[in-house]
């Protein structure tokens, strides 16, 4: 597969060096896609000396994703119990101004009460891509806004190059991006199983207003709400999964990437497989 300038372009933004140890006969364009995977846990500069038995580069598998640390709070999630109220009735036949005032006035679950305010999501009401994360971190929750902070940075970074930006534009560059859960856990614990159910409607909601023409899931916790299953994220992407219709492509989450670079690559990857699907024809 040769390389074109948009992809360079793309593995440039993302921190992944944009080539591979190349004989000085080859062309760029002959570069293999599998040198993306592998290139950020090598040395940039100088170019490595030949050796007499060269090992060419190889696929790595897919691998789990690593877990942050756990806090004594997500420690704590088996033993807590969701509170759970009533939810607004009609979820399913809110337009966008009545369901954003139905999250942000939400008590049906006990997340309510630690938050500082909910996270409706940002972007396109009819974007042709939709970001799906999992749930308020800190940050979100203060600023009531999904994916900020350096996770929001680099998610910036890698919409950039295949077109596609949080930024006011038309439906086809600017996507929307929401989480699986509107209100923050307490100490960033994992989400409960009842609290996620309690908060789908809304979500299900906003992907029926947006009508994306493709989904993308980061991280595990939103691919397994989304999918209905779980299967490790390492097994969930690298194909395209369906929701209700929508073609769902699976990646990991910013923050993810933060602490493993090394699978970056992988994610230029799920990108490309975004970008293809969005060139094909309606
Ligand atoms: S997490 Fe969802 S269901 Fe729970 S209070 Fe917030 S908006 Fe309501």
């Known amino acids: 597969m040769s390389w074109s300038e948009r992809q360079r372009a793309m593995l440039r933004e993302m921190g992944i060096p944009a080539f591979w140890p190349v004989p000085p006969s080859a062309p760029a364009e002959d570069v293999p896609m599998v040198a993306a995977a ?5 040395p940039i500069a100088p ?3 030949p050796t007499p038995t060269p090992t060419p580069p190889l696929a ?13 709070a997500a420690a704590a999630t088996a033993g807590i119990q969701a509170i759970l109220r009533e939810r607004p009735e009609g979820i399913d036949q809110m337009d966008w101004p009545t369901l954003r005032q139905a999250v942000s006035g939400c008590t049906a679950c006990g997340l309510c009460e ?13 974007a042709s891509v939709m970001i799906i994360g999992e749930a308020p971190d800190e940050q979100e929750d203060s600023q009531g806004e999904p994916f900020v902070g350096r996770a929001g940075q680099l998610l910036d970074r890698m919409l950039s190059p295949i077109g596609l930006t949080r930024a006011d534009a038309d439906a086809n560059s600017q996507v929307f991006i929401a989480n699986v859960l509107k ?14 159910a309690q ?9 029926a207003l947006v009508k994306p023409r493709i989904i993308i899931a980061m991280g595990r916790f939103a691919a397994q709400s989304l999918l209905k299953t779980s299967e490790p994220i390492g097994r969930l992407r690298g194909r395209l999964h369906d929701l209700q219709g929508t073609p769902v492509i699976v990646t990991y989450h910013p923050a993810y990437l933060l602490r493993n670079p090394v699978d970056k690559g992988l994610v230029w990857d799920d990108l490309c ?10």
């Open 38 to 42: 592998v290139a950020d846990v090598a």
């Open 47 to 49: 170019a490595p000396a």
């Open 60 to 72: 790595r598998p897919a691998r789990p994703e690593v877990k942050p640390p756990v806090s004594i």
């Open 114 to 126: 630690s938050r500082k305010q909910t996270v409706f999501g940002v972007g396109h009401q009819h």
């Open 183 to 196: 209100c923050r856990p307490p100490g960033d614990r994992n989400p409960l199983p009842a609290e996620v």
């Open 199 to 207: 908060c789908e409607p809304y979500l299900m909601r906003q992907i």
């Open 273 to 282: 497989r975004v970008r293809e699907q969005l060139n094909q024809p309606t």
